[in-house]
């Protein structure tokens, strides 16, 4: 017999739940004065009548989870899920999902629309970050009929199981054995844009086939350290492709960024220096993403900083993309950057939102540290893997060509994982 609550006729009752929305479930009803175990069965109610099917929630390792409800809230609940032949764990997680997005954050309500910020970062060189910078960016400004034509995205992590499975049936840099589904719920988002090459390499500039900046002129940098005058939209140059539609533009690298940190150690807040730079230009874009540095620097701190939790803004708008590899060598990297932004939240007093992990050029066919090391990603469960992307030929071949990845190949695994990826964030 299950133990009854004392205040009635609750009963006990053990499900699962991600992590994740169990954190945020917790905070919003304790910020909303709400008891969770109420909160809990208005979720329930709310999921079994609403009016169209929720998306998939990555429920995988999803730990127990006890609460005390009613036979009333708790019967129906279960066959509402046997009718959408799910288990109770993906009923639960789409029922707090819909909860959580019905009941905002009184922190967060709607405030006038505001320009986007994404920092894409991790210390290590060589997991594509760039790649990942550029082919959000296009992901983002992407016409939204010609992004249906191309496939659209992944349904989501779930589909990262059948992608394994069709890696595995083919040779290297070969096309799939057979097309995989598209999601119709995908559209574009046709957003203005501007891509910022943050790394004094110039990764992204050279790829998008633009010239790096001279180092005797203006320069990002320059701004950043108030030893240029003009003005920096003179800087940015467009991605011309029909694709785009004139929405996606560049502001190229110079390589006196090597100088950096020197420029802006003197500098009063150096953290905000970056923020000073780009506020110019944030009024004529709707996302602003950052090719960072592979460093763990004073840029790196400044980049940090710009990508926080403004007054205001709505939690999630803005913050931090970590791109990783299935590897060990880039848990270590992850292990020393999340020290890096821990600290700087806690020495300026701000929040910075964990977007998520993007998992880059995985192939299940090079044996099992890589797979074990992909389920050690997941199971970190915050930040939360919000992308896997394949390792294939399209991203060094779109590179090579000075194209952006979508505009290169729209239809390739690919560029199909950079739109999943924009639309997990957006959600």
């Keep these: 017999m299950l133990p009854t609550d004392d205040q009635g006729d609750r009963q006990k009752v053990t499900f ?26 208005d979720a329930m109610n709310e999921w079994r009548v609403a009016p169209a099917p929720t998306k ?3 429920t995988a390792k999803a730990p127990p989870f006890a609460t005390w409800l009613t036979e ?90 059948r992608l394994e499975a069709l890696l595995s049936q083919k040779e290297p840099d070969g096309a799939p054995a057979s097309p995989v589904e598209a999601d119709d719920s995908y559209e574009a988002q046709q957003l203005r844009v501007l891509l910022v090459d943050y ?8 790829q998008l086939g633009v010239k790096q900046l001279p180092a005797t002129g203006p320069s990002l940098a320059k701004f950043m350290a108030r030893q240029a005058s003009g003005d920096i939209h003179d800087l940015i140059v467009p991605v011309d492709d029909e694709r785009f539609g ?18 802006i150690s003197t500098a009063r807040n150096r953290q905000a220096t970056l923020e000073h730079a780009l506020e110019p230009l944030e009024a004529h874009y ?39 590899q299935a590897e060990d060598s880039s848990a270590d990297a992850y292990t020393m950057l999340v020290e890096q932004i821990d600290d700087g939240m ?20 090079d044996g ?23 390792r294939r030929k399209e991203q060094r071949e779109a590179a090579r060509a000075r194209q952006p990845l979508l505009a290169y190949d729209p239809s390739c695994a690919q560029s199909r994982v950079m739109r999943q990826i924009v639309k997990e964030i957006s959600s």
């Design 16 to 41: 699962k739940l991600p992590a994740s929305l169990k954190t945020e479930l917790k905070i919003r009803a304790a910020e909303l004065g709400v008891d969770i175990q109420d909160a809990v069965a």
């Design 56 to 58: 998939q929630v990555d």
């Design 72 to 161: 009333a809230d708790a019967s129906p609940f279960r066959e509402e899920c046997s009718e959408r032949g799910i288990p109770y764990v993906q009923g639960l997680a789409q029922a707090v999902k819909l909860w959580l997005k019905t009941h905002p954050s009184l922190r967060h309500q709607p405030a006038e629309r505001r320009t986007r910020r994404l920092i894409i970062c991790n210390q290590k060189g060589g997991v594509g970050k760039t790649a990942v910078t550029a082919g959000l960016g296009a992901a983002f400004a992407e016409d939204a009929e010609l992004a249906r034509l191309a496939g659209g995205a992944f349904p989501g992590a779930a589909e990262l199981a």
């Design 199 to 206: 790394d004094p390499q110039g990764h992204l500039t050279k």
């Design 246 to 263: 004139g929405r996606l533009d560049l502001l190229p690298s110079c390589q006196d960024a090597f100088l950096l940190d020197v420029m």
């Design 286 to 324: 709707d996302v602003i993403l950052i090719d960072c540095p592979p460093s763990l620097g004073m840029a790196m701190d400044a980049a940090i900083y710009y990508g926080r939790e403004r007054d205001g803004e709505q939690q999630g708008q803005s913050g931090i993309v970590i791109v990783v």
């Design 346 to 365: 806690l020495d300026w007093r701000i929040t910075a939102t964990y977007l998520g992990l993007v998992v880059n050029l995985y192939d299940a066919r």
């Design 368 to 390: 099992h540290v890589v797979t074990s090391s992909l389920d050690e990603w997941y199971g970190l469960g915050e930040p939360r893997v919000i992308g896997v992307i394949p």
